[in-house]
């Protein structure tokens, strides 16, 4: 690979292309900084230098779309091993692609579906996930699409340095892109076997049973590398400090109103929340010092949160800061005060130009950046050293992305992490859940390094081996074509699914449905959804 690189690579970006030649579908668990585009274009051009792909698709965050392209031409060697890449190519750009080309495709990952549509699902010989946590749920169309075009794909990787936001459940979708052979294609008939049902609310959601924890680690290990980026690099250390504060006077009075009675009332302004969640997201609105009315208008109450900020903020010396926020009535006020002292730009979801952030880690101005913390994804900002988490989520991978754009190779100084917190509000148990979830990513990401179990050992020492492309999962785990099957196609729980059957005249052979094969169940999922649609026309025109 030496001859076709320009850049030495580092050992575990060695181990790394090694692993994903030898399996063909790999997980590059890795954290943010440690150079896994340069590992997997490593094995790229291995692989296209033999001949063996030419059509490569790299689905990522919109923010990260060109990273390919520029790490391509700074680390390949082009003249020797020459590869196209298009960013979001155009009609005229795909007509263009010769035969004998390799090209290399990036996207945004909202842009799958019409990937599908324009090439089909058997166009790519490889397909790299970016990010992948971003397919991590079953049922969204990204993890959809993903999964019919890995179906054809003899080389699959899935890239991210957080994968895990809520439980190890979070894995199998990921999985599923890369070998559904693994836990199998049904989500259904897996949490029936290895889950319990908790209710929340009006919501049943599965939690992973104990007894399955370690085992869901053990099946993807053989494919998985794990990467934490002190264990590669000399980076320097990190220091987190909280600001607290006190809510006072009308913001006080209607955090409490909002807490108690799911109201407020303000004036002639009224805002109402029948949802736990909505009232939580009210709830952090009001620790910033607004909130919004159920007529969607912005009120202002005190801004305690922003002089807390302020009186840190004027104090510390002249030098590159990053902060944190959540809510753009909250990145306006900041961005407004913060002008008074010296430059600041914005990248939130209305910034046309998302490449902002590479002006502030390339230019003197601006001096300070406000990021929307869903934005903290493919970007670079390691060029600060001082970030202010102004407000979040719950969500620990956003969090821990916006952490990584800082922490990470390039930083050169001692990073300090400050977090603005309210005093008994929602702040300091959004603080203490995201510390929980870290603590469990990082227990993941441990087990994910480690080798192979005594067991796997002690086994393999037996001479037992496991016959190729055999199925871990138990006979009645595998895929074979039922309720869950015909449910998931319907895009209906199973008991609907159920009742759509008996209504359309079908009848169970035995003690249970069972389609016999994809196409019949597919067939069956066609007839269903024309019944039904006559159903409500008919009902329509009495």
């Given at each position: ?18 692993l994903?030649?030898k399996h ?5 668990f ?26 490569i ?21 082009i ?97 599923r ?10 989500w ?29 680690i ?14 590669v ?5 990190v ?30 302004h009224?805002s ?31 801004q ?72 903290g ?18 969500s ?32 300091m148990?959004?603080y ?11 227990h ?35 895929p ?24 359309g ?6 003690r ?6 994809a ?10 959804a ?13």
């Amino acid at each position: 690979m030496g001859r076709l690189l320009k850049t030495k690579l580092m050992g575990h970006q060695r181990k790394g292309a090694s692993l994903f030649l030898k399996h063909k579908s790999v997980a590059f668990f890795w954290e943010p900084g440690t150079g896994k585009t340069l590992g997997v274009l490593a094995a790229i051009v291995r692989l296209a230098s033999k001949g063996s792909i030419k059509r490569i698709l790299v689905a990522g965050p919109k923010t990260a779309r060109t990273v390919w392209s520029r790490q391509l031409i700074e680390h390949v060697r082009i003249d020797r091993i020459p590869i196209y890449a298009l960013i979001d190519p155009s009609a005229s750009q795909i007509n263009a692609i010769k035969n004998d080309d390799i090209t290399l495709i990036s996207v945004s990952h909202r842009r799958l579906s019409a990937i599908l549509d324009t090439f089909g699902d058997d166009y790519f010989d490889m397909i790299v996930i970016d990010e992948s946590q971003r397919i991590k749920k079953h049922n969204t169309q990204q993890s959809k699409v993903a999964y019919e075009l890995g179906k054809y794909a003899e080389y699959k990787c899935i890239l991210s340095g957080t994968p895990l936001d809520k439980s190890e459940l979070d894995l199998w979708a990921q999985y599923r892109f890369l070998d559904d052979s693994i836990f199998g294609h049904n989500w259904f008939k897996f949490i029936k076997r290895y889950c319990h049902q908790i209710d929340i609310g009006h919501t049943r959601i599965p939690k992973l049973k104990n007894a399955y924890k370690k085992w869901i680690i053990d099946q993807v290990k053989h494919i998985t590398m794990a990467v934490k980026r002190r264990d590669v690099l000399d980076l320097p250390p990190v220091v987190d400090g909280i600001i607290d504060f006190e809510l006072r006077g009308k913001a006080k009075k209607a955090y409490k109103q909002m807490e108690e009675e799911f109201l407020i009332e303000f004036g002639d302004h009224t805002s109402t929340s029948e949802m736990t969640v909505t009232a939580m997201l009210r709830l952090q609105q009001l620790t910033g010092g607004f909130f919004k009315t159920d007529d969607d208008d912005t009120i202002q109450l005190e801004q305690d949160k922003l002089n807390a900020f302020l009186d840190h903020f004027e104090d510390m010396p002249d030098q590159k800061v990053v902060i944190f926020a959540q809510y753009t009535a909250e990145i306006d006020i900041l961005h407004e005060a913060i002008l008074r002292f010296t430059t600041v730009e914005i990248l939130d979801g209305r910034t046309k130009d998302r490449t902002i952030w590479e002006t502030f880690q390339d230019e003197h101005d601006p001096r300070v950046i406000i990021v929307q913390t869903q934005m903290g994804v493919g970007i670079d900002l390691f060029k600060a050293s001082l970030a202010y988490f102004y407000s979040g989520s719950f969500s620990y991978i956003d969090y821990r992305q916006c952490r990584d754009r800082l922490d990470r190779k390039g930083q050169l100084n001692k990073i300090l992490f400050i977090h603005l917190l309210a005093q008994f509000t929602i702040d300091m148990h959004r603080y203490n859940v995201l510390k929980i979830k870290g603590d469990l990513a990082d227990h993941v990401f441990n087990q994910l390094k480690k080798g192979k179990t005594m067991a796997k050992k002690e086994k393999a020492a037996k001479g037992e081996k496991k016959a190729k492309g055999k199925s871990n999962l138990p006979e009645f785990v595998k895929p074979k074509y039922g309720i869950p099957e015909l449910a998931e196609e319907l895009g209906v729980e199973p008991s609907v699914c159920r009742q759509k059957l008996r209504a359309g005249g079908y009848e169970k052979e035995g003690r249970a449905w069972d389609f016999g094969s994809a196409k019949e169940m597919k067939n069956t999922a066609k007839d269903l959804a024309s019944k039904t649609k006559k159903k409500k026309k008919d009902e329509d025109d009495d």
